[in-house]
């Protein structure tokens, strides 16, 4: 096998130089965001950047946001690509919006009351589920016979109503035979995805580990035909490379493993951009700003690598018990909608809209309605002038099978083209936006907002020259009329105001990493609102407050140079701004390294007067007399697992470490084996 060069996270800073182009093998790395698909083509060895792309996102359909971004890195020679590694918000998006599929979820010896008691069932992430007898004790005893009768007569009974099954045993990582006997009972009744609990996590904590395996059975068709789409593409394309995905702690996986564990790329694409300014900007220690068009992600890079949260990553309300990145996510980024509150208080997202600037720059009829209200008298503008609704694509309402009257008139209308709600409204004959009810066609992704964002005010001082910025100026000129705003000072004080919330977000995500820190999600009380505010602005005349991070400040996204600057300045930290800086997250799903966990759970069983040392992992289960044979089995047996997963994950020549872990009564021995993915040539392909 050959040996290949190590990843230089400073290499991604430094040019080629080689001559040696001819020679160069390729590698495509995608990320699909909420707002932007972005797209890089890389020389693997030198690590130079060839060509990037960024395109808006395709909501409706990702996998043809992918193709955009591969033309647009016009790729010679597809047979140089050696590999594409791809992040994606699918995951956490599709649980956000909606579109994860139903799921069935059979709790195997779980105490209904208990549950119930504690509220917990809205912790399961689906409303189909259902409580039967078995299970095992701590020791991994069976704690009754597993009811196979009735697992089977519920299967029958929902089987039509849920797309996937989904099976947690209580205490399956310490036995997982009921999970393995019910999964056979399914297989005899349907055909639908099976996913068991213990196969994601050896957590004991039963509920994370059964929405955890809710989750992700909930996410198993729509990642499948996500990966089909991609996969297509790239044969389109002609490229024919070993497609990985990028996990939520930023190492990655063949997208086969994706399509059976979909849960395991939740916050997939913060942790690409966390890997990615780590590769071109070669601090091993510091902070990751991701400025996006959604939110703006944080992350913290100690020695080289990632930091992980022990929590498990959370998707909305739902907890899992799925490792990822450590990742603070603010609610505010470019496209956040601008909004004014009581007294015409700026109010900045938490949702996210399509900038004014841009949809007047795609239709000439939102450019020449906003700026028609140049020539209408002020006293008669409303906020409903400058907010539009429109459509991604046409939608037939038969076909969608909607029936309501009031939202057929509306589709019908937006099939036109956008529209203010002013005109909508007028359309429709009713007073209020409240009248239409709406909220179901917002829901479904059917309908987007436009209105007044950041990108326009960026436009407004000339820090963006993308799109229409005579309109974003109408916009502001309006909203400032209406709500008695100084227009001079408007834009200046609204992006200082986004500046103070990227800090906060900062600085309570910073204070937090310290182990044993008890702090609150955000500062509270008038003295701490008190402090921070002074260290950001400075006003006090009798007293000075300074907050300055320990760590330089990396800035990715398009607008890190704007807005994570000025963090950056605030803290009183270096600010680096990596060479492809916009296009970072893009790199970073494909500079992470491959990744293998495995685990053994040690743990004693006693029968009476004798007594045993059980080793499980994961389906495989071996007794012996003596803990210390049983200790050197069990970290054997996990090391030669990793090393054996990570090489068929195609890494090359992986390094395994392995360690012991105390958890109460039982011992986890973790086998980690990294190594850097091999090229499409080293597969045999």
């Known amino acids: 096998m050959k040996t290949q060069q190590p990843f230089d996270p400073g290499a991604g800073r430094r040019g080629l130089g080689s001559g040696k182009e001819k020679q160069a093998n390729y590698v495509v790395g995608i990320d699909t965001g909420g707002t932007y698909t972005d797209g890089v083509l890389m020389d693997y060895r030198s690590r130079e950047v060839l060509a990037s792309g960024k395109t808006l996102t395709t909501r409706e359909d990702l996998a043809s946001g ?56 809205e912790k399961l992430s689906t409303p189909y589920f259902e409580f039967f007898a078995g299970g095992h004790s701590s020791q991994g005893e069976e704690q009754a016979p597993v009811d196979l009768d009735g697992i089977r007569a519920w299967v029958e009974e929902n089987k039509d109503n849920v797309d996937a099954f989904a099976i947690s045993s209580y205490f399956s990582p310490l036995n997982p035979s009921h999970e393995e006997s019910a999964f056979q009972v399914i297989r005899d009744v ?9 196969q994601l996590s050896t957590q004991l904590d039963s509920v994370k580990r059964a929405a955890t395996a809710s989750l992700n059975a909930s996410l198993v068709a729509v990642m499948h035909e996500f990966i089909e789409a991609v996969k297509a593409s790239l044969k389109n394309q002609e490229i024919h490379a070993p497609l990985m995905i990028v996990k939520g702690d930023g190492s990655l996986m063949p997208y086969t493993e994706a399509m059976e564990k979909p849960v395991e790329t939740v916050l997939s694409g913060p942790a690409a951009s966390a890997i990615g300014g780590l590769f071109f900007s070669g601090h091993s220690n510091a902070l990751m700003i991701d400025v996006g068009g959604t939110t703006t992600d944080m992350a913290l890079i ?17 907890e899992t018990a799925v490792k990822a990145a450590r990742i603070r996510t603010a609610c505010v980024g470019c496209d956040s909608r601008i909004s004014f509150g009581q007294g015409g208080r700026v109010e900045i997202g938490p949702d996210r809209v399509v900038p004014l600037c841009r949809l007047a720059s795609r239709y000439s009829r939102v450019r020449e309605a906003v700026m028609g209200l140049k020539v209408k008298d002020s006293i008669h503008w409303k906020i409903s002038d400058i907010e ?15 029936s309501e009257h009031r939202h057929i008139q ?15 409204l007028e359309a429709l004959g009713v007073h209020h936006r409240v009248q239409i009810k709406a909220d179901p066609l917002f829901r479904q992704g059917l309908i987007e907002q436009a209105t007044l964002t950041p990108t326009d005010l960026l436009h407004i001082n000339g820090q963006m020259d993308t799109w229409d910025r005579d309109v974003a100026r109408q916009t502001m000129v309006c909203a400032c009329d209406m709500f008695s705003r100084d227009p001079k000072t408007f834009v200046s004080q609204t992006l200082d105001q986004i500046i103070s919330m990227m800090v906060e977000e900062a600085v309570v995500f910073l204070a937090g990493q310290e182990k044993g820190a008890d702090l609150p999600d955000m500062v509270d009380g008038h003295w701490g609102r008190w402090f921070l505010e002074e260290s950001i602005r400075g006003k006090n005349a009798h007293l000075s407050v300074n907050i300055s991070s320990r760590f330089p400040v990396i800035g990715i996204g398009a607008p890190a140079g704007i807005f994570v600057k000025r963090v ?5 930290a270096p600010f680096v701004l990596p060479a492809h800086a916009h296009v970072a997250n893009a790199a970073g799903a494909v500079a992470g390294s491959v990744v293998a966990e495995k685990e053994a759970i040690l743990y004693a069983q006693e029968a009476g007067d004798s007594h045993c040392f ?40 992986p390094q395994v470490k392995v360690r012991a872990v105390t958890e109460g009564a039982l011992e986890r021995i973790q086998a980690r084996a990294v190594g850097n993915p091999r090229l499409s040539e080293e597969f045999g392909e």
């Open 388 to 402: 539009f609704w429109f459509l991604h694509k046409s939608a037939d309402p038969e076909e969608l099978g909607i």
């Open 302 to 318: 100690e020695q080289g690598q990632v930091t992980v949260s022990d929590a498990g990553a959370r998707v909305g309300e739902i």
């Open 66 to 121: 992918v193709v955009s971004v591969l033309k647009m890195l016009k790729i010679k020679d597809p047979s140089r690509v050696k590999l594409v590694g791809i992040s994606s918000t699918l995951a956490t998006n599709s649980v956000a919006e909606g579109k994860a599929r139903d799921v069935g979820l059979i709790l195997i010896g779980y105490d209904r009351e208990l549950v119930a008691s504690f509220g917990l069932e």
């Open 614 to 653: 059980i080793v499980q992992i994961g389906d495989w289960r071996m007794s012996f007399n003596e803990y210390e044979e049983a200790l050197s089995h069990a970290r054997k047996k996990v090391g030669k697992m990793a090393r054996e997963v990570a090489e068929g994950a195609g890494a090359n020549d």
């Open 190 to 198: 349907c055909d639908h995805p099976v996913v068991l609990g213990h």
């Open 568 to 572: 950056a300045e605030t803290l009183k």
């Open 410 to 424: 509306l589709l019908n209308l937006l099939n036109q083209g956008p529209a203010s709600i002013t005109a909508i």
